[in-house]
T-cell receptor, first 116, second 115 residues
Framework: DVKVTQSSRYLVKRTGEKVFLECVQDMDHENMFWYRQDPGLGLRLIYFSYDVKMKEKGDIPEGYSVSREKKERFSLILESASTNQTSMYLC???????????????FGPGTRLLVL | AQTVTQSQPEMSVQEAETVTLSCTYDTSESDYYLFWYKQPPSRQMILVIRQEAYKQQNATENRFSVNFQKAAKSFSLKISDSQLGDAAMYFCAYREIQGAQKLVFGQGTRLTINP
């Protein structure tokens, strides 16, 4: 069974803190994604990665960075958390384009982050 | 840029009845994927059904089926014989065939099942 896990389900941080959100997948997927989910806006892509040490900006990368040192792990970093980064963060993974039936993304349970 | 629109923020249906969730999208591409994802209250997003744009036949997965109208750029989800476990947020999503593999999501529709 496909499994994507995220380090925390709930997180409370103070403004200005550095925040790390961790995502791990056990499916040997090349592609990994970070989305944020806000009511009325759906999910929006923050960053994605096609391979180890590779990263691409998504639609809303400002205020975030990512790290992918190992294939199975993709970290989202908030360098200096702000209240407008209070949101639900979802990680996902998928197979690369050249693999059949690769188009499905598998999601983690999400991390609800509150920045005070 | 591609956009996906779900115009129904909330829907409700009686148990065992049929409900249709609407989705429209905008793209200049001729080939792409479309998806419906379900997010139950526990928050784990799971795939419900997917459609390849080059296939004319509408996708079906048990009680879930889609009405894909390519010319109209419409992709609705029909849930037959609604069950209490169908209660969730439903997201419509678009993905290009090649290039960036990101999903573009709609705003979501919250579906309530009335017993």
């Amino acid at each position: 069974d496909v499994k994507v896990t995220q380090s925390s389900r709930y997180l409370v941080k103070r403004t200005g803190e550095k925040v790390f959100l961790e995502c791990v997948q056990d499916m040997d997927h090349e592609n990994m994604f970070w989305y944020r989910q806000d009511p009325g806006l759906g999910l929006r892509l923050i960053y994605f990665s096609y391979d180890v040490k590779m990263k691409e900006k998504g639609d809303i990368p400002e205020g975030y960075s990512v790290s992918r040192e190992k294939k199975e792990r993709f970290s989202l970093i908030l360098e200096s958390a702000s209240t407008n980064q209070t949101s639900m963060y979802l990680c996902a993974s998928s197979l690369p384009n050249f693999v059949q039936a690769q188009e499905t993304q598998y999601f983690g349970p999400g991390t609800r982050l509150l920045v005070l | 840029a591609q956009t996906v629109t779900q115009s129904q923020p909330e829907m409700s249906v009686q148990e065992a009845e049929t409900v249709t969730l609407s989705c429209t999208y905008d793209t200049s591409e001729s080939d792409y994927y479309l998806f419906w994802y379900k997010q139950p209250p526990s928050r784990q997003m799971i795939l419900v059904i997917r459609q390849e744009a080059y296939k004319q036949q509408n996708a079906t997965e048990n009680r879930f089926s889609v009405n894909f109208q390519k010319a109209a750029k419409s992709f609705s989800l029909k849930i037959s014989d609604s069950q209490l476990g169908d209660a969730a947020m439903y997201f419509c999503a678009y993905r290009e065939i090649q290039g960036a593999q990101k999903l573009v999501f709609g705003q979501g529709t919250r579906l309530t099942i009335n017993p």
